[in-house]
Nanobody, 125 residues
Framework: QLQLVESGGGLVQPGGSLRLSCAAS????????IGWFRQAPGKEREGVSC????????NYADSVKGRFTISRDNAKNTVYLQMNSLKPEDTAVYYC??????????????????WGQGTQVTVSS
């Protein structure tokens, strides 16, 4: 069964940090660019960050630039999203998605082949 599984979400105070993981099973991530998306209640899903299949190219939404870092360990078949200096407006369900190919094509959801089930991130005091 091909799937992506996110983990690492939770409740954190403003200014805190979390590291999300996106682990693949049933297929190798070596040939996939990976994107992180988030969706807050009542809002559309938005792209947060993406990383090329080799890890050599990354992209960040302006809202998270300088605070979030995406990385990957292909040996572990896992992609990470380190989130620092978290703000209440970062509260959302975070999803990872895999797009076959080397480079991220952007943050158009239908371009991605596989999606995880999501992990909740809540930033609140």
């Amino acid at each position: 069964q091909l799937q992506l599984v996110e983990s690492g979400g939770g409740l954190v105070q403003p200014g805190g940090s979390l590291r999300l993981s996106c682990a693949a099973s049933g297929f190798t991530l070596d040939y996939y660019a990976i994107g992180w998306f988030r969706q807050a209640p009542g809002k559309e899903r938005e792209g947060v960050s993406c990383i090329s299949s080799s890890g050599g190219n990354t992209n960040y939404a302006d809202s998270v630039k300088g605070r979030f870092t995406i990385s990957r360990d292909n040996a572990k078949n896992t992609v990470y999203l380190q989130m620092n200096s978290l703000k209440p407006e970062d509260t959302a369900v975070y999803y990872c998605a895999a797009e076959r190919g080397h480079y991220c094509s952007g943050y158009v959801p239908y371009a991605y082949d596989y999606w995880g089930q999501g992990t909740q991130v809540t930033v609140s005091s």
